[in-house]
């Protein structure tokens, strides 16, 4: 299965600035997912980020919070911007198995702890 | 829609005992998928479920889907201590777009 890296793992930031996560992956990968997970909660997808394409932002999530980058095939970023401290969460992206493997499921990155103070 | 609804959310065993997870899901779903996440960490891809009557195990854990009920179940065998964490469900629309969807996570806590 595939193998990424996110950066970076935690931070603490203050109010209105913004903080820029990335995701590296090992494999070329047609999509990829941004995920936000409060604490104790299920998994929000934020959006769908192709290569070459604006990506596709899901219900209550927009661009000018939350763009994406999407550069190559195998990486990305996501911004969180003009932050406040209910944005505090721990942000993930995910691909499926970039062979089309389906039985390997998707590959989660290790995730970011977000603190907004 | 696709909504998937699991339970129990919250669940205390005691080591050695069997229980199981149940996941529904509302509407057709072309793959069902099993994710652990253990507290401070990612998620870990258990099983992925693609057909009808489809039964997969590894240890302790065996993973089933009933298509048909829009069921699937995570059965725990004798537990153990190192199964405490989150088990997560998700099903993903029948279709291209490759979306999934979560349930709320059953939190389990294994006790001696």
């Known amino acids: 299965s595939a193998v990424i890296s996110q950066k970076p793992s935690r931070d603490i930031c203050q109010r209105g600035t913004s903080l820029t996560i990335q995701c590296q992956v090992d494999s070329q990968v047609t999509m990829m997912f941004w995920y936000r997970q409060q604490p104790g909660q299920s998994l929000t997808l934020i959006a769908t980020?192709?290569?070459?394409?604006?990506?596709?932002?899901e219900s209550g999530f927009v661009i000018d919070k939350f763009p994406i980058s999407r550069p190559n095939l195998t990486f990305s970023t996501l911004t969180v911007s003009n932050m406040s401290p209910e944005d505090s969460s721990i942000y993930l992206c995910?691909?499926?198995?970039?062979?089309?493997?389906?039985?390997?499921?998707?590959?989660f990155g290790s995730g970011t702890r977000l603190t907004v103070v | 829609e696709l909504k998937v609804e699991q339970n129990p959310l919250f669940l205390s065993m005691q080591e050695g005992k069997n229980y199981t997870i149940y996941c529904n899901y509302s509407?057709?779903?072309?793959?069902l998928y099993w994710y652990r996440q253990d507290p401070g960490k990612s998620l870990e891809s258990l099983f992925v479920?693609?057909?009808n009557g489809a039964v997969k195990q590894e240890g302790r854990l065996m993973a089933s889907l009933d298509t048909k009920a829009r069921l699937s179940t995570l059965h725990i065998t004798a537990a153990v201590h190192d199964l405490s964490a989150t088990y997560f469900c998700?099903?993903?629309?029948?279709?291209?777009?490759?979306?999934?969807?979560w349930g709320l996570g059953t939190s389990l806590a294994v006790n001696p």
């Open positions: 995910s691909v499926e198995d970039p062979s089309g493997r389906i039985n390997y499921g998707y590959t």
């Open positions: 479920l693609l057909s």
């Open positions: 509407t057709t779903s072309d793959r």
């Open positions: 998700a099903a993903t629309n029948a279709g291209n777009n490759r979306k999934l969807i």
């Open positions: 980020a192709n290569q070459g394409s604006e990506a596709t932002y």
